[in-house]
């Protein structure tokens, strides 16, 4: 029996290696056709559809369609001959407004009537004569949120989504880091988002006076920038338009591609996991080391890094539209691919972040980090209007290729810096991070800008990843967060007291670097990331008030900052590490509360009748982050009903002794007085 069943297993070996079916082959030709697509409210978007072809006809049968959705003007992105060549219908469609397209641009922009448009484009595409009934959704940025938003509308012929470069909130991903306005993100709406599809003209086959007038009206209208700038918080307008607020729609399989300097990584990495969660849809993401353009070109260190990595999320997402648009089985995979800096390989684990990582908290002291540090304190006196402190970040580089992250030794140093001394062994620093800090400033609101970079033996250092918060944003959401990743409402900022200490635990994007030995890890801290970040708070003129004609932009006033060392509630970073490194730090672990490290306890005040402890007065207890929910406002002592009753009898108690020892120390010394007179 047992020969049987080895000889049994013997056989079927081969046959499950060979399983897998190959990536569909390039067999046909492009052919492009140009529709109008109506939509169920009577305007019609327009349309450049690919079709399969031989000998410059469309191939007879039935074919599964890919829909790109765009506000960039379709003829800027033809459909693509990778995919229609192999089997694919190609559809790319301009969003309401743009392009060809009849409509209002301002109607865009990931709103409800957008997110209706594409289910409506999903249902038209699905249902006609040349598709196979099964449509998928590809496009990187604008293109791809659209997906997101689209799929969570459910439509039924919708069966894959692979979006790239997609932010998951559009508040905390793009409009606002931390609290902190982006202000590239405002520029790009203003000079790009609207430019290129205004431009084109309408095709034919709609009335074109018609659709002239149409841009006109669009051209003289408020720029959309103006909605983003004037919901300055976390609130209605942004939720609606978030894909992270919309993950239990989701049911579509989803292939999410990005790269560790783009713009948005924080949505891929914040996306992945509440999709992963999901059951009977399979979700899987590649991140590569390149920016927002994605590609051989746009790689974090050309000169160093393999060129194969655009290719191979190619292959990855061709093999996925095969398996779920075509049905062919093809190759099994790890869900998460993910490139490792510094070694230069790509590694595969089973969730995100890796299931080896744990994180190490490392006290921050004078220039370092220590396990225990000794109390102490950092200084830095900022001006947040005072020049440019970051030269080029992933937040300018969009529209830029090729992207090589500039020394960071070349910067203005006008904050706080602390650095790991020369690594002995290689240390993989894989997910996101957390610097939680005790600070106090002289300014009733600050921003606060981290950067992580490597530095190398000969000094020069490269930008790794950054994070931000808004003093007044401080609010931690105790349900959502994790130690390793705060997570702040935004929505109801509060002005700090100047000079009273809070907490601030800043969110410091993912990144994936194995600093190699001879290398440091360097955090830096500031108070200034112009001309990425404003340094103030922008006013949106009223545009029913004819008088309000002007933005107003109102910087913060110039600070002392003071970040506070050592004890159990002194500042901190949170790293995760992949494999050995670090083991000399604590482990943090998981917990229901906070990330933000205890208060502590609020010491009895004496009576005023006695003295102070030997050893001089203690320091006041420092004010406590107002919004979070782990410590109150201000150092508050409250007690039970009861409590309080035996604390007032006690000290009333204490207080009839100290009256009855002061009357009888009268008595003595008048007595005194009276024997001395005698005498």
């Known amino acids: 029996m047992r020969r049987a069943l080895t000889i049994a297993l013997l056989l079927l070996a081969p046959a499950a290696s060979q399983a897998a079916d190959p990536p569909s082959p390039a067999q046909y030709t492009t052919v492009s056709e140009e529709v109008y697509i109506p939509m169920d409210d009577g305007v019609e978007l327009a349309a450049t559809i690919g079709f399969p072809a031989k000998g410059g006809v469309k191939a007879p049968g039935q074919f599964p369609v890919l829909l790109t959705m765009t506000p960039y003007g379709k003829d800027l992105g033809a459909p693509s001959a990778s995919y229609v060549d192999r089997g694919y219908i190609h559809a790319v469609v301009d969003i309401r407004g743009a392009g060809a397209s009849q409509g209002n641009l301002g109607e865009n922009y990931f709103s409800p009537r957008e997110q209706k448009d594409g289910r409506n484009l999903v249902d038209w595409l699905g249902t006609q004569p040349f598709s196979n009934g099964r449509v998928g959704m590809m496009g990187g940025s604008y293109l791809g949120i659209t997906q997101y938003l689209t799929a969570a509308q459910k439509p039924p012929n919708l069966k894959a989504i692979v979006p790239a470069m997609a932010l998951g909130d559009l508040y905390r991903d793009a409009t606002y880091h931390g609290g902190a306005l982006s202000a590239f993100f405002g520029a790009q709406y203003l000079a790009v988002?609207?430019?290129?599809?205004?431009?084109?003209?309408?095709?034919?086959?709609?009335?074109?006076?018609?659709?002239?007038?149409?841009?006109?009206?669009?051209?003289?209208?408020?720029?959309?920038?103006?909605?983003?700038?004037?919901?300055t918080t976390y609130d209605g307008f942004y939720k609606d338009r978030s894909p992270i607020e919309k993950t239990d729609d989701i049911e579509v399989p989803t292939l999410i591609l990005d790269?560790?300097?783009?713009?948005?990584?924080?949505?891929?990495?914040?996306?992945?996991?509440?999709?992963?969660?999901?059951?009977?849809?399979?979700?899987?993401?590649?991140?590569?080391?390149?920016?927002?353009?994605?590609?051989?070109?746009?790689?974090?260190?050309?000169?160093?890094?393999?060129?194969?990595?655009?290719?191979?999320?190619?292959?990855?997402?061709?093999?996925?539209?095969?398996?779920?648009?075509?049905?062919?089985?093809?190759?099994?995979?790890?869900?998460?691919?993910?490139?490792?800096?510094?070694r230069d390989e790509y590694i595969e684990d089973e969730q995100w972040p890796p299931k080896d990582v744990k994180y190490r908290r490392l006290g921050l002291k004078p220039g370092g980090f220590d396990a225990k540090p000794d109390s102490g304190s950092g200084q830095f006196a900022t001006n947040p209007i005072d020049g440019w402190t970051n030269t080029f970040s992933r937040h300018g580089v969009v529209a830029a290729s090729p992207y090589k992250p500039l020394d960071q030794s070349l910067e203005k140093n006008g904050g706080l810096s602390w650095e790991t001394g020369a690594l002995d062994t290689p240390l993989a620093v894989v997910g996101p991070m957390a610097l939680d800090i005790a600070a106090t400033t002289t300014a009733p609101d600050t921003d606060w800008s981290v950067r992580v970079s490597d530095v190398a033996p000969d000094g020069t250092a490269k930008l790794l990843t950054e994070g931000y918060l808004r003093a007044s944003h401080r609010a931690l959401d105790a349900k959502e967060s994790k130690p390793w990743r705060p997570y702040h409402p935004h929505t109801n900022p509060e002005l700090i007291d100047p000079l009273a200490e809070y907490?601030?635990?800043?969110?410091?994007?993912?990144?994936?670097?194995?600093?190699?030995?001879?290398?440091?890890?360097?955090?830096?801290?500031?108070?200034?990331?112009?001309?990425?970040?404003?340094?103030?708070?922008?006013?949106?003129?009223?545009?029913?008030?004819?008088?309000?004609?002007?933005?107003?932009?109102?910087?913060?006033?110039?600070?002392?900052?003071?970040?506070?060392?050592g004890g159990d509630s002194g500042s901190s970073l949170v790293v995760p590490v992949l494999g050995a490194g670090l083991e000399g730090y604590p482990e943090v672990k998981e917990a229901a509360q906070p990330v933000t490290p205890p208060v502590p306890p609020v010491p009895p005040v004496p009576p005023?009748?006695?003295?102070?402890?030997?050893?001089?007065?203690?320091?006041?207890?420092?004010?406590?982050?107002?919004?979070?929910?782990?410590?109150?406002?201000?150092?508050?002592?409250?007690?039970?009903?009861?409590?309080?009753?035996?604390?007032?009898?006690?000290?009333?108690?204490?207080?009839?002794?100290?009256?009855?020892?002061?009357?009888?120390?009268?008595?003595?010394?008048?007595?005194?007085?009276?024997?001395?007179s005698r005498s």
Do not use: C
């Open 608 to 676: 005023a009748d006695e003295k102070p402890p030997a050893g001089g007065a203690e320091e006041p207890t420092p004010a406590a982050d107002p919004g979070s929910p782990a410590a109150p406002a201000r150092p508050i002592v409250r007690s039970a009903p009861k409590a309080k009753a035996k604390a007032k009898a006690k000290k009333k108690a204490k207080s009839k002794k100290k009256a009855k020892r002061r009357a009888k120390a009268k008595r003595r010394a008048k007595a005194k007085r009276r024997s001395r």
């Open 503 to 565: 907490r601030y635990s800043i969110e410091i994007w993912p990144t994936a670097m194995e600093f190699q030995p001879g290398h440091r890890m360097r955090v830096q801290l500031t108070s200034n990331d112009t001309p990425n970040h404003l340094p103030g708070t922008v006013t949106i003129p009223d545009k029913d008030d004819p008088d309000a004609t002007k933005v107003e932009i109102r910087p913060h006033a110039p600070a002392l900052n003071t970040i506070r060392y």
């Open 259 to 342: 790269g560790w300097f783009d713009g948005f990584i924080r949505g891929a990495s914040e996306m992945y996991a509440p999709l992963a969660a999901r059951k009977g849809a399979e979700t899987q993401m590649i991140i590569d080391p390149t920016t927002h353009k994605g590609g051989q070109s746009q790689q974090y260190n050309p000169d160093g890094y393999p060129a194969s990595s655009y290719t191979s999320s190619f292959g990855r997402t061709l093999e996925f539209f095969d398996r779920h648009l075509k049905g062919r089985n093809t190759a099994a995979r790890k869900p998460v691919k993910l490139f490792l800096m510094g």
């Open 193 to 231: 988002q609207g430019g290129p599809g205004l431009l084109s003209g309408p095709q034919e086959g709609t009335d074109q006076d018609k659709a002239f007038a149409a841009k006109l009206d669009q051209i003289q209208s408020d720029p959309i920038a103006f909605d983003y700038l004037s919901h």
